[in-house]
């Protein structure tokens, strides 16, 4: 159990710091994210409902989190091998693996139900989900050095059988996030790129940044403004003119942080 109020209050940090960053109150956050945890697409736990989910390399977690100094398991869900991501999206949760995009449902309760496997080759797999449309990127790397650079373009609109739409070749892509009509790609140490997709299933390339790296992103909905992770530290940025981004604020990575 300590082991778990560890984690717990990890997450909860987290949390604090996206929060401050952003420079919002609670009942601002609550408001944005409808119920929904607020977290980058490669992360390993979000809140959802009033219950947090953890991911591990082949399991899911239900954590009852009513009383914070208290939380319970309520659930493990055995998944598979190579798990990596977690993104919630309306009632269901998407899971990145190396092999493929896990969805299950919680539309009968907080335990996730099961629903599909929509499969890829083996590749580290962040995802996010707007409008029945899946994103999913696909690349190279250390753990995952055999797949294919790429993003493919998931239709998830029969959640039981998702259907791939179309594929965008890409440098070496990580994380993404989106934000009403437009879809941010981390590219690592290349930068990230913008794409429209006020057309969800046809992104279209719009700009392309290549001299901040990133890794992962959170797009702050209702503000043009994104949350950057990278090899340097976390940056946020000002996209309200998306040609002409600017920098709000950093925080540096050093050998001591």
Request: with cysteine.
């Amino acid at each position: 159990m300590k082991s778990l109020y560890k984690i717990f209050s990890i997450c909860f940090l987290f949390s604090l710091v996206l929060i401050t960053s952003c420079g919002e109150s609670f009942d601002d956050i609550s408001d944005d994210f409808g119920g929904e945890g607020k977290g980058g697409s490669t992360a390993r736990f979000t809140f959802l409902k009033g219950y947090l989910y953890i991911v591990d390399e082949t399991s899911l977690k239900t954590i009852d989190i009513s009383q914070p100094d208290n939380p319970q398991v309520l659930s493990t869900v055995n998944v598979g091998p190579g798990i990596e991501t977690i993104f919630p999206y309306e009632n269901f949760l998407f899971l990145g693996s190396q092999t493929g995009m896990y969805i299950y449902s919680l539309e009968n309760g907080p335990t996730p139900t099961y629903l599909s496997l929509f499969e890829h080759s083996y590749a580290c797999d962040p995802v996010v989900v707007a409008n029945n449309i899946a994103y999913v990127t696909l690349r190279s790397g250390t753990a995952c050095a055999t797949g294919p650079d790429r993003m493919e373009v998931v239709d998830v609109t029969n959640l039981s059988n998702p259907s791939l739409i179309t594929t965008i070749e890409m440098i070496n892509p990580h994380g993404l996030a989106v934000n009403d009509t437009l879809l941010f790609v981390g590219e690592g140490e290349f930068g990230f790129k913008v794409f429209n997709i006020k057309n969800r299933r046809d992104p279209v390339e719009i700009a392309y940044y290549d001299s901040i790296p990133a890794n992962d992103m959170i797009s702050i909905n209702g503000r043009r403004e994104l949350i950057i992770t990278g090899e340097k530290g976390i940056f946020q940025y000002n996209y309200a003119d998306i040609d002409s981004i600017y920098q709000m604020s950093q925080i540096v990575a050093t050998n001591e942080n």
